[in-house]
């Protein structure tokens, strides 16, 4: 089969004119035919090398589209299911193609459950809205799961990337009542990035100033009461700074300091967009002031692009001068 493929993939490097689909599908459908391929030898490489290969001869010479997108599904929902990217093929599959794909992944999103959810077809749904731009019901499925956060920080992906972002920001404010704390259990876990999409989602996607409401008319002074979303976040990101390096592995001293350094960037982006530059200079400043000897940290801040203050020598005090006796 190796022979097979390497001339296939010399004929298409070659640009040949010849229909080379459909020796290309024979090669596929002979591996996948093939036990050998999960049993005794599971290594997947040859298939994904046929698919490749027919994927490209897909695009040279298009067969129909009705019986790629069967083959396709397949494919896709055998026994056992074969991995097999939408984008490679979704040229040849063309518009007829792709609709009769999305129609089955459609269908079947619309029957999952939250006990018995179908990742292949998430998937699939994912791929069919980065090239259609068509979410509907992979957003349908997975409102099925809220409240979820994990769900909802996929919604608000989803949504972004097809350039729906007044879509992504309104499923945004629909959540954005949600408890705080969960920032903090994501930090706790080691997952920073999400932990900052959610806070941005929460703050409303481009930061939430303390004295503008959403449509960017001023609004009432709240303060800094704890009854502001982004002055309980700000205490979230500085504990959890905290945290970082007072607890840090003894097994990776550095690691933590590096992720400290990072959050402390994201810290001051709150800072800013709160209206409040200040109050993190004033931070830094005491932070420094308190850990001046762990120059690992100081040195992970600098790397950070964060201006460390300037340390002031500490000026021991000097003894009261005894009284002159007279």
């Known amino acids: 089969m190796t022979a097979v493929l390497d001339t296939l993939e010399r004929m298409l490097d070659a640009g040949t004119t010849a229909d080379v689909a459909r020796l290309a599908r024979l090669a596929v459908d002979r591996i996948t035919g093939s036990s050998t391929i999960d049993e005794a030898c599971p290594d997947q490489a040859p298939l994904d090398r046929a698919i490749a290969l027919y994927a490209r001869a897909c695009a040279a010479h298009p067969p129909d589209p009705g019986e790629l997108a069967d083959w396709f599904l397949a494919m896709s929902f055998g026994e056992p299911a074969r991995r097999v990217s939408l984008h490679d093929f979704a040229e040849a599959l063309g518009r007829h193609g792709l609709a009769r794909i ?3 992944v459609d269908e079947r999103l619309a029957a999952s459950t939250v006990e018995c959810p179908e990742p292949v077809v998430e998937r699939l749904g994912q791929e069919l809205a980065e090239l259609t731009g068509e979410v509907g019901g992979l957003v349908a499925a997975w409102e099925k799961r809220l409240p979820n956060i994990e769900v909802s920080l996929k919604i608000v992906r989803v949504l972004r990337a097809v350039g729906r972002h007044s879509d992504a920001l309104a499923h945004a404010a629909r959540v954005r009542g949600s408890d705080p704390s969960r920032i903090g259990d994501l930090l ?22 303390r004295n503008v409401d959403d449509d960017g008319d001023p609004g009432p002074d709240h303060g800094a009461s704890q009854a502001d979303p982004a002055g309980v976040v700000i205490d ?7 945290s970082l390096i007072d607890g840090r592995d003894s097994r990776n001293p550095a690691a933590n300091y590096a992720r400290a350094a990072a959050a402390l960037r994201r810290l001051r982006t709150l800072h800013r967009d709160a209206g409040i530059p200040n109050e993190f200079t004033d931070y830094l400043a005491g932070l420094v002031e308190r850990h001046r000897r762990k120059t690992r940290l100081l040195d992970e801040i600098r790397a950070a692009r964060i201006a460390v203050p300037k340390q002031t020598p500490k000026q021991t005090a000097r003894p009261a001068a005894e009284p002159v006796r007279k």
């Open 236 to 242: 979230l990101y500085r504990r959890h700074i905290d």
């Open 102 to 104: 999305r129609s089955t």
């Open 188 to 209: 706790a876990a080691g997952r920073d990035d999400d932990a900052w999409t959610l806070t941005r989602n929460l703050l409303g996607g481009h930061g939430s100033a």
